[in-house]
């Protein structure tokens, strides 16, 4: 993920790409979304069906016990350490949701004359992305950049139902 984005769609979108279930809700629009903020999210309910539910932005793993204001930063887990991490492996293999997004922010500039960039699909349809590293090939502000599910409902399965995986 990045470190600000938005979430602007409505229920019908939302159900359209995610085949979220339960009943409509008003969905607020959000432009300026950090870390530790209340996110939409989408996960699975205890029958195996996807949900829309609001969330802590930021992962707080079952086993901590100090307060919230101590976790760490953990809405930025790496793809290719998050299975063996101890702050983010059990989630990972258990408990995934999707956070999906209308659009993020990536800044560029000198400290203290940061410039922010907002970045959207460009039909205006919501986003659902990963963050990698950089391929040889590709250029940008960070060392590393987010992957986007193109395929909405078949990339948000592969990623959110364990038995895509075989970790069931």
């Known amino acids: 993920m990045w ?3 938005t979430q602007n769609y409505t229920w019908e979108q939302v159900h359209a790409f995610l085949s979220v279930f ?3 809700r008003n969905l607020q629009p959000h432009y300026n979304i950090a870390p530790t903020d209340t996110v939409d999210v989408s996960r699975l309910d205890k029958h195996g069906a996807r949900e829309l539910v609001s969330m802590r932005w930021g992962l707080v793993p079952a086993w901590w016990k100090k307060s919230l204001k101590e976790v760490p930063a953990t809405f930025n887990a790496r793809a290719e350490s998050v299975a063996d991490k101890p702050m983010f492996r059990t989630a990972f293999k258990e408990r995934r949701c999707i956070v999906p997004a209308s659009g ?4 560029t500039g000198e400290k203290g004359a940061k ?5 959207t699909a460009a039909d205006g349809s919501p ?3 990963l963050r990698r590293p950089l391929g040889p090939l590709e250029r940008s502000p960070h060392r590393r950049m987010g992957s986007l599910l193109h395929n909405h409902r078949s990339g948000a399965s592969v ?6 995986l075989g970790l069931d």
Do not use: K, T
Request: proline share 17%; aromatic share 30%.
């Open 3 to 5: 470190g600000r984005f």
């Open 22 to 24: 339960g009943p409509p």
């Open 104 to 107: 993020f922010f990536e800044w």
């Open 115 to 119: 410039q922010p960039h907002l970045f």
């Open 127 to 129: 986003l659902l992305a």
């Open 159 to 164: 990623w959110i139902e364990p038995y895509h």
